[in-house]
């Protein structure tokens, strides 16, 4: 009698030990899906939700000029200033008109028939960004016209157009 007889070996025993090390796979498998599955936790959390302000269309200020002027029949530039007051920067999405063209008060004998905004597409391209708590200059090329109808005692005026501005984060 051999010392190592006592060990078994042949193709019985070698299914019989996949059997059963695919049984224990299976079983620690299975208890694995369980705890994953019926863990149960708790916790707390919490967020706020800011409100934006909003963003002001200013009168210009020193140094503001339109690069082109607007003529009988023609259209030029619009220029807005818009200041942000967020502690977050806003992308302009359109700007619109809100009321009629006003001539300056330099011009009582303006009539402004004619003079209109020719609101941009949105949203505004290329896009604007007004950096967090700042103003920014912004041209709007063509965006005013004026009818070849217009009086001459509107020469050398300058319009207000009122608009609206609608922006996003």
Do not use: E
């Not at 208890?31 to 302000?53: E, R």
């Not at 530039?77 to 977050?88: E, G, L």
């Amino acid at each position: 009698m051999t010392p190592t007889r006592w060990l078994k070996t042949g193709p019985i025993l070698a299914v019989k030990t996949a059997a059963t090390t695919a049984m224990l796979l299976l079983l620690l498998g299975v208890g694995t899906a369980y705890a994953y599955w019926s863990t149960i936790g708790a916790g707390s959390g919490a967020a706020a939700n800011g409100t934006m302000q909003t963003v002001a269309v200013d009168a210009f200020v020193s140094g503001d000029a339109p690069a082109t002027a607007l003529v009988p029949g023609g259209t030029a530039d619009v220029m807005v200033r818009a200041t942000n007051p967020n502690p977050f920067a806003v992308k302009v999405y359109s700007v619109a008109a809100n009321g009629n063209a006003t001539a300056d008060a330099s011009h009582p004998l303006c009539s402004t028939t004619g003079v209109t905004f020719n609101s941009p597409a949105s949203p505004l391209a290329p896009a604007v960004t007004i950096p967090a708590s700042s103003s920014v200059l912004i041209t709007l090329p063509g965006a005013a016209s004026m009818s070849a109808a217009s009086q001459s005692a509107c020469q050398g005026s300058v319009f207000h157009l009122p608009v609206t501005m609608a922006v996003r984060k």
